[in-house]
T-cell receptor, first 115, second 114 residues
Framework: SQTIHQWPATLVQPVGSPLSLECTVE??????LYWYRQAAGRGLQLLFY??????ISSEVPQNLSASRPQDRQFILSSKKLLLSDSGFYLC??????????????FGPGTRLTVL | AQSVTQLGSHVSVSEGALVLLRCNYS??????LFWYVQYPNQGLQLLLK??????LVKGINGFEAEFKKSETSFHLTKPSAHMSDAAEYFC????????????FGTGTQLKVEL
């Protein structure tokens, strides 16, 4: 069966510091990968998605970037955090081919607080 | 462009009562529709999905949803609420245009009272 991991679970960072959040998927190959942000009291905003190694699409202009160095690894980064980057970050995956490519499965999330 | 609207950001029911969470969609093509549940400080868990097979879809934890094309709705129901159902529920619609992306509603917080 497939599992998705995110770490760290929680993070408190000062404004202006760098950020690196990691997401890995096990039990599948060539998944589509997604990064979402969930701000307090708001819905899910898709930040980035990837259909393969090194292939990243950005949904909204922002202070963040994403990379996919390996097939089942997705990293969310920032060089300098802003207060507005605070939120709950969720990674998700969907099958890259075959049935169910439209169905996304979510990781446990990372709570980021920027002070 | 595809979109979903969830009516009611907060819904409160008594334990044992019917749960009804509303979702209306807008799509220019036959949609795939999803309901997810999120417990506090956790990721989203798939409850059920509609992919143009049966219009009544049964999911986990006793939830079901009915696709009604004439009403462009995909409401989520459960006959009898349990305290453990208290969570936030999100409706989502698949987007066209590649990448297998979803557009989520703003969520409905379900509170279950004794």
């Amino acid at each position: 069966s497939q599992t998705i991991h995110q770490w760290p679970a929680t993070l408190v960072q000062p404004v202006g510091s760098p950020l690196s959040l990691e997401c890995t998927v096990e039990g599948t190959s060539n998944p589509n990968l997604y990064w979402y942000r969930q701000a307090a009291g708001r819905g899910l905003q898709l930040l980035f998605y990837s259909v393969g190694i090194g292939q990243i699409s950005s949904e909204v202009p922002q202070n963040l970037s994403a990379s996919r160095p390996q097939d089942r690894q997705f990293i969310l980064s920032s060089k300098k955090l802003l207060l507005s980057d605070s939120g709950f970050y969720l990674c998700a995956w969907s099958p890259g081919t075959g049935a169910g490519t439209d169905t996304q499965y979510f990781g446990p999330g990372t709570r980021l607080t920027v002070l | 462009a595809q979109s979903v609207t969830q009516l009611g950001s907060h819904v409160s029911v008594s334990e044992g009562a019917l749960v009804l969470l509303r979702c209306n969609y807008s799509s220019s093509v036959p949609p795939y529709l999803f309901w997810y549940v999120q417990y506090p400080n956790q990721g989203l868990q798939l409850l059920l999905k509609y992919t143009s097979a049966a219009t009544l879809v049964k999911g986990i934890n006793g939830f079901e949803a009915e696709f009604k094309k004439s009403e462009t709705s995909f409401h989520l129901t459960k006959p009898s609420a349990h305290m453990s159902d208290a969570a936030e529920y999100f409706c989502a619609v698949s987007r066209t245009g590649g990448g297998n992306k979803l557009t989520f509603g703003t969520g409905t917080q379900l509170k279950v009272e004794l």
